[in-house]
């Protein structure tokens, strides 16, 4: 990855990292379940893509914690979507759980999505990379 951290947590531990397959009710993608065991999340400097926040699951500032966006978008992402970073302006990058595209990170436009008491849809996302490792290899700093 060309870009820096502003931020980089230490690795999540094995135990929290089982904890969120439990809730998710199934293992994580290689790519992301190796991330996290070097690093749970971070603050990102200037991108392309405009990735702020990476979301970790142990002592981080509330606004990256991989629990509360767990939370706050149950229902409003397609439920094969987790969320795991966050853009300047509030969209999404979530890791696809379906088997036909396990591991492939997708962008989820926050101001295309589906109104409030309406099941989530697909109209607002779109695939940036086949896994994690490689979206975050793609960043590229702004000039």
């Known amino acids: 990855m060309v870009v820096t ?6 690795p999540a531990s094995p135990h929290l990292i089982s904890q969120l397959e439990q809730r998710l009710g199934q293992s994580l993608p290689p790519s992301y379940h190796n991330y996290l065991l070097e690093q749970d999340g971070g603050r990102l400097d200037n991108n392309h893509e405009a990735v ?3 979301f970790g699951l142990s002592n981080v500032p ?9 939370d706050t978008y149950h229902n409003r ?5 987790l969320p795991v970073a ?21 962008f989820w436009d926050h ?9 989530p849809t ?14 975050l290899d793609s960043l590229q700093p702004l000039q």
């Open 111 to 119: 101001e295309e999505e589906a109104d409030e008491g309406e099941p």
């Open 52 to 54: 702020k926040d990476i």
């Open 122 to 135: 697909e109209d607002n996302i779109e695939r940036k990379a086949s896994d994690w490792l490689s979206f």
């Open 86 to 106: 966050r853009d300047e302006y509030g969209n999404l990058f979530a890791i696809s759980l379906r088997s036909e595209d396990l591991g492939s990170v997708w």
């Open 5 to 10: 951290y502003l931020r980089q947590e230490l």
């Open 77 to 81: 992402v397609p439920a094969w979507l």
């Open 62 to 70: 509330g606004s990256a914690s991989m629990w509360r966006i767990l």
